[in-house]
Each structure stands twice: as structure tokens, then as C-alpha cells.
């Protein structure tokens, strides 16, 4: 066995990355995702880079049926059972605090109605000293209700929990044993032993409300792959950004919910791991990175900062708040198959997208209506003769009549359409960025630009240059760079633990016990997930606030043994200080502070693959073709990226497997040694 394989299942196509672990090759090709069985396109897109699975040493996935499942409100019928007097918890939830002068703002439909609410007898205190015992009697009247009305799964979440699970985990072994194998039962301390009753019951009910459909996917995945031969476990990406095996996601589904998107992410941080200073032409973007995923159907945004990932330990999915640690990820309905039509006399893109059936008129299958693809055949921008790298012809023609038709409805011309079809596609992502930069102080000049995605490397100079951005790097295999960052990805398994001390009640050796007991259990975790000895290592950190203040920061430590040492406190409250100063522009130094939550994090190194870069093979006679750019006509070369080498001047189109870059007049591009193709943008 000597194949590491890394696949990533989009909406419009699945992407594959090929290791061989023996010659250190690198390949990667992708085949039209299959909405009715998402197997299907797997083993198509499998079959294009390895013949055997039974030669593979380590695959890994990543996938969106269970976010899938909560866009589209296909999840599970969900019992909740909850405190008693504690039913409304989940429907009142937060109010709308963040949107207090939006007269149109709506509370997303919560995933669980008030009738499928029951309660539970007994209570803790918020110390989780037992004040009432469980009342086992209604924990079974829940459970034949959930088997009589048929109900997919059951959520369990109790007040203060978090402090004691005794309560939980007594309902879980009743409701197990009264409803078998086939009704899922979730318990709100495993999803997230964290404060706050509404976050931790909503970060329950989705993955209650998720985990069937998770549960089933993998579970057939597993099957099919043995039936093909496949000898070794199968890796899942978690929304973190790090790794385990299926069956633990299977058992903790909600890990996986972002799945798909964060594969790009883990790329970034490998890619500038590769690049030794990073990614940036200076000291001050040396490694930030701004990642821009542009596929079919979306366009996700993720930062880098200082190499390491932008995770958060809370995130709000479709405005539902979910606790667990989540690569910071912006998405919006902005790809290669948004769909551009009139509104009220003016030209929108997306968020629909024509998805991978019929897909892009230009596709041939059915689609008639104009797209960002369209609008770059029209344009000239895609080579219709070898699209994703020969696996496709494009129909040139089915894209000028779909654009055509619709400036017909706008008045305008043609050509001047594709190219505002671009434009405001081009704009919508800019602000998807900022969204996630300049909105959290963050200047996006001091990053470069990552792009990657079917569609990414064709719009990402258009964007850095709206943005200011001076640099963008293409990486080699744009297309599926999700699914190499997947195999750069580390195992990782996550531990929290609630710590509420004021600062002058702090216990240093009681805290570094903890951390110890956490760090113990994190690694027995990562032997769990067959990560060995050496290749295990923890780090931990601490959630903090100002007494007084209603949210935290998370701030590193050292190791477990920190707190314990005597000047801890002055330097833990100076870190916070910097922190907040970081993050909200002050600090208040003098105020005294308070920890809140105890967290570790476990990691697993599996061997790095190398960087897929292709020696150049030499150039053939590149075709040139007629571009338009700015509302003129150029004359622009087509050449192939294998055979890039020196500096290029735009405009250029440069074509590979699985993707285009498109450099416009006024850039430059040159190859690093890693393979990589950087753009200089004259912003």
C-alpha cells in the first residue's frame, strides 16, 4: 500500500488528490458530483488516480451531508428533552441583540417545534451539586413517546450539565436501553461542555438534528470502500480543521458539519509551512493568508494568521450558535455556476446556482440560462477545448446564446454583460472578504491572496485588486486543493472543561491539575485514532474575560504546567491584555480578570506528503486567442501550467487539470520552487 488519497466532495464536482508515497508524484483529477449518490461520483473521481484501493495506505474525506442536510431542512425529526420549567430555553434563545435596528430581522425557525419539547424532573445547582435526583419515570415517558411517534433522534440537554453530567448520562443509559440502536440519543455535555444553556442546547439539537444522515453516509462509505478493497480506516475532516477516523464521527457527527470547506483552510497553513517565510513578498504578510475557495455553487473565505488556522471555539451556522471549535469560515452563493439574471431592470449573480445538473449552459446538459462560466467562455477566458483538463468540451456557442438572451432583457451588449456578470460577481466576493477582514480590524493588504478552487485562480487577480492585495498565489492543482490541504491536515481531538475562578481565588497547582488530566486524556485519545507515541503532542489555553464583561477570548499556554509556576497570574492578565487590545482596539490592564473554561487540544502528525509541484516540461506554441479585459479586445496566449517557467506578463491564461488562471493586463506572474504560481497585482 503506498497511495495517501484525499477527496473532497463539492456541489458541482468531486475532487481527488493522489500521493504515492513511493515515487512522491503528485496527481489529482475530479468527476461531476452525483446529488442521487454521492458514491457514484466518488469512485468515478477514484478511479481516475488509482486503480486498486487495496493500494491505498490512508484516505481521507471530506463531506457536507450533514450541513447539507441543515441547508436544505432535510435533517432528523428531533425529541429535546430538557429541565424542568427549562422547555422555552431553546425557543426564546438570545432575542436578536446583533441585529436590534433590523426591522426585517426573523429568528431562524428553530430545528426542534414546542410540542416536540419534553421535560425532565430533577435539578443541579450551577456548581453541579445534585438539589433534586433525576426523575427516571419522565426520562421514560420521553422515550416511548420518541418510539411511538417515531422520532430519528433524541436530544438530551439539563441544566449545568456541564458542571456535573451525572444527570445526562443516567437519561442516555434509559433512553439507550429503551430505544435501541435506531434512535439517536445526544447528550448536550459530549456535544459541548460549556456554559451557556441556550448555545450548548442548540449546538445539541444539530447535531441530533444532523447525525442520521451523517451517521448513514459514513457508515456506507465504510461499506463500499471495504467491498472495494480499502484495508484502512476512513479519515474524516472535522470543522476544525483536523482528523479522525469515521467511526468517531459517527459518533460525534456534529464535528463535521463544515467538513468540506475547512480541507482549503489546512491547505493554506501547509502551503505556507512549504514556502519557509510564507506566503507574502515581505515581513509583514510573511504568514497571513487569506484563502478563497471559489467552486461551483460558493465562495468560502478562511484566514490564516502567523501559519496557523483562524479557528474559533463558538460559531453561528444559519444563525444557529453551535460550541465547538470551527475554522472561521465566510460562505456565500458566489461560484462558477451562479446563476446571473434581472431584477427590477439591474443585473444580480447568485446565490442560485445551476449546481452540477444541468449545470452552466456551456456544460451541455440542459442548462439554459447564463452563469459566471458562461460569462468567461464568452469572454474568452476558459479554453473550451480543455476544460478541467480535457474531461469537458464546452458548447461556446450554448454560452453566447444564454448571455445574449439575457442582455437582450438588459439592453445591452453582449460582451459588455459577460464582463459585468464578472463584475459583480468579483465585487460580492471582495466584500465576502472584508466581511471577514476589515469587519474584524484586520487589513486584507497585509495578507496574500490564496486562491484556489475550480474557479478561484480565474477571478482571484480581479478580487486582490479590488481589495488592494498586491500578491496572489495559485497553488499547483488549484481545483483540488481542498483535498491536498486535507492530507496535510493533522488528527486533532478537542477537550474543554469549565474553571469559573475570579483571578484573587485562583488555585495555579489546581488549575495545572486540571490540565494535566485533560492533557492524559487528550493524548489516550490520539492512540484511540492510531496516532503513534511520538508523533502525539497537546496544547491548551485558557478562556478569559474582565470580571464584569459577558464573553471571552481564548488565550494559549505554555504547557500544563504554567499555572502552577508564581508569576502566572501577572502574565496570563498581560496576554489577555495584548488580546483584547488585538481584538476590540483597548485594554484595560489594572481590571482584574477571570477564567472561565479550561481547554486542550490534541494533535497527531501523520507524514508530511510533498508539495505537488511539476517540473517544467517544456512550452509548446501556445495558442492566442482574443480576450477581453476592461471592455478591449487582447491578443492572449493559452499556455499550460506543467510547462510554465521564468516570468509571465498578462494577459495570459494559464490552463491545467483542474482549473484556469487568468492574468489580466498589468500583472505578473513567475513560478516559486514549490510549484506555486505567484501573481504581482499593480493594485
Known amino acids: 500500500m503506498s497511495y495517501r488519497v484525499a477527496m473532497d466532495i463539492g456541489g458541482t464536482f468531486t475532487d481527488v488528490v493522489c500521493y504515492d508515497e513511493r515515487s512522491g508524484a503528485v496527481t489529482a483529477s475530479k468527476a461531476p458530483t452525483t446529488p442521487g449518490d454521492l458514491a457514484e461520483g466518488v469512485f468515478a473521481a477514484l478511479g481516475r488516480v488509482v486503480d486498486d484501493p487495496a493500494g491505498i495506505s490512508f484516505f481521507v474525506h471530506g463531506t457536507t451531508q450533514g450541513l447539507n442536510a441543515l441547508l436544505e431542512r432535510k435533517g432528523a425529526r428531533v425529541l429535546l428533552l430538557a429541565s424542568r420549567d427549562g422547555r422555552d430555553v431553546y425557543q426564546i434563545a438570545r432575542g436578536n441583540?446583533?441585529?436590534?435596528?433590523?426591522?426585517?430581522?426573523?429568528?431562524?425557525?428553530?430545528?426542534?417545534?414546542?410540542?416536540?419539547?419534553?421535560?425532565?424532573?430533577?435539578?443541579?445547582?450551577?456548581?453541579?451539586?445534585?438539589?433534586?435526583?433525576?426523575?427516571?419515570?419522565?426520562?421514560?415517558?420521553?422515550?416511548?413517546?420518541?418510539r411511538a411517534e417515531g422520532f430519528d433522534a433524541v436530544a438530551v440537554c439539563l441544566l449545568f450539565s456541564y458542571a456535573d453530567p451525572a444527570h445526562e448520562v443516567r437519561a442516555g443509559e434509559i433512553l439507550r436501553a429503551e430505544l435501541g440502536e435506531d434512535v439517536l440519543v445526544v447528550l448536550s455535555h459530549e456535544v459541548a461542555?460549556?456554559?451557556?444553556?441556550?448555545?450548548?442546547?442548540?449546538?445539541?439539537?444539530?447535531?441530533?438534528?444532523?447525525?442520521?444522515?451523517?451517521?448513514?453516509?459514513?457508515?456506507?462509505?465504510?461499506?463500499?470502500?471495504?467491498?472495494?478493497?480499502?484495508?484502512?480506516?476512513?479519515?474524516?475532516?472535522?470543522?476544525?480543521?483536523?482528523?479522525v477516523n469515521a467511526s468517531y464521527a459517527m459518533r460525534h457527527p456534529l464535528q463535521t458539519l463544515l467538513s468540506g470547506p475547512v480541507g482549503g483552510t489546512m491547505g493554506g497553513v501547509a502551503a505556507s509551512r512549504l514556502r519557509g517565510r510564507g506566503l507574502g513578498a515581505d515581513g509583514a504578510r510573511s504568514r497571513n493568508v487569506i484563502c478563497v475557495d471559489m467552486g461551483g455553487t460558493s465562495f468560502d473565505v478562511s484566514l490564516v494568521v502567523d501559519g496557523r488556522p483562524d479557528v474559533n471555539s463558538e460559531a453561528r451556522i444559519e444563525g444557529y450558535p453551535v460550541l465547538m471549535p470551527i475554522v472561521n469560515l465566510h460562505t456565500i452563493g458566489a461560484g462558477g455556476g451562479s446563476l446571473a439574471y434581472a431584477e427590477a431592470g439591474a443585473l444580480r449573480v447568485g446565490p442560485e446556482s445551476a449546481g452540477a445538473v444541468p449545470g452552466p449552459a456551456c456544460y451541455g446538459r440542459g442548462g439554459a440560462r447564463p452563469?459566471?462560466?458562461?460569462?468567461?467562455?464568452?469572454?474568452?477566458?476558459?479554453?473550451?477545448?480543455?476544460?478541467?483538463?480535457?474531461?469537458?468540451?464546452?458548447?461556446?456557442e450554448a454560452a453566447g446564446v444564454a448571455v445574449a438572451e439575457l442582455a437582450g432583457e438588459l439592453r445591452l451588449d453582449p460582451l459588455a454583460l459577460a464582463e459585468g456578470i464578472c463584475d459583480v460577481a468579483n465585487a460580492k466576493m471582495a466584500q465576502a472578504i472584508r466581511t471577514l477582514t476589515v469587519e474584524h480590524g484586520v487589513e486584507p493588504r497585509e495578507f496574500a491572496l490564496l486562491a484556489f478552487g475550480g474557479a478561484g485562480a480565474m477571478h482571484a487577480a480581479f478580487i486582490a485588486r479590488e481589495l488592494g492585495?498586491?500578491?496572489?498565489?495559485?497553488?499547483?492543482f488549484p481545483g483540488a486543493f481542498s483535498a491536498w490541504g486535507m492530507l496535510e491536515a493533522e488528527v486533532r481531538r478537542d477537550l474543554t472543561h469549565p474553571y469559573f475562578r475570579p483571578q484573587d481565588t485562583l488555585d495555579g497547582p489546581d488549575m495545572s491539575g486540571n490540565l494535566v488530566t485533560l492533557e492524559r486524556e487528550a493524548l489516550d485519545a490520539l492512540a484511540g485514532q492510531g496516532v503513534p507515541e511520538e508523533r502525539r503532542r497537546v496544547e491548551h489555553a485558557v478562556d478569559m474575560r474582565y470580571e464584569g464583561q459577558d464573553y471571552t477570548l481564548t488565550v494559549p499556554l505554555r504547557d500544563a504546567a504554567e499555572p502552577a509556576e508564581p508569576e502566572f497570574l501577572a502574565e496570563i492578565a498581560a496576554r489577555y491584555a495584548e488580546a483584547h487590545t488585538a481584538r476590540y482596539g483597548h485594554a484595560?490592564?489594572?481590571?482584574?480578570?477571570?477564567?472561565?473554561?479550561?481547554?486542550?487540544?490534541?494533535?497527531?502528525?501523520?507524514?508530511?506528503?510533498?508539495?505537488?509541484?511539476?517540473?517544467?516540461?517544456?512550452?509548446?506554441p501556445p495558442d492566442v486567442r482574443d480576450v477581453i479585459f476592461d471592455g478591449a479586445v487582447h491578443r492572449t496566449p493559452v499556455l499550460r501550467r506543467a510547462g510554465l517557467d521564468g516570468e509571465l506578463a498578462g494577459p495570459a491564461i494559464v490552463v491545467e487539470e483542474t482549473a484556469t488562471t487568468v492574468i489580466p493586463p498589468g500583472c505578473l506572474a513567475t513560478v516559486d520552487d514549490n510549484g506555486f504560481l505567484i501573481l504581482k497585482v499593480n493594485t
Not at 433590523?102 to 414546542?114: G, S
Not at 492585495?469 to 499547483?476: G, L
Request: proline share 7%.
Open 371 to 396: 452563469t459566471v462560466t458562461d460569462a468567461n467562455v464568452v469572454l474568452g477566458r476558459v479554453d473550451p477545448a480543455w476544460f478541467a483538463g480535457g474531461l469537458m468540451t464546452l458548447d461556446v
Open 469 to 476: 492585495i498586491s500578491e496572489v498565489v495559485v497553488p499547483r
Open 588 to 620: 484595560t490592564p489594572e481590571a482584574p480578570v477571570e477564567f472561565v473554561t479550561l481547554r486542550s487540544t490534541g494533535f497527531g502528525t501523520f507524514p508530511r506528503t510533498a508539495a505537488p509541484a511539476v517540473a517544467a516540461s517544456g512550452q509548446e
Open 193 to 243: 461542555r460549556e456554559w451557556r444553556e441556550y448555545e450548548r442546547t442548540s449546538s445539541a439539537v444539530l447535531e441530533a438534528y444532523t447525525g442520521p444522515v451523517v451517521r448513514r453516509y459514513l457508515a456506507g462509505v465504510e461499506r463500499r470502500f471495504a467491498e472495494r478493497g480499502l484495508g484502512v480506516p476512513v479519515h474524516v475532516m472535522q470543522s476544525s480543521g483536523g482528523l
Open 97 to 146: 441583540r446583533d441585529r436590534m435596528f433590523d426591522l426585517r430581522y426573523r429568528k431562524p425557525e428553530p430545528l426542534v417545534p414546542r410540542q416536540d419539547v419534553m421535560e425532565a424532573g430533577g435539578r443541579l445547582d450551577y456548581r453541579g451539586r445534585e438539589l433534586e435526583p433525576l426523575d427516571e419515570e419522565s426520562v421514560r415517558a420521553a422515550a416511548r413517546r420518541a
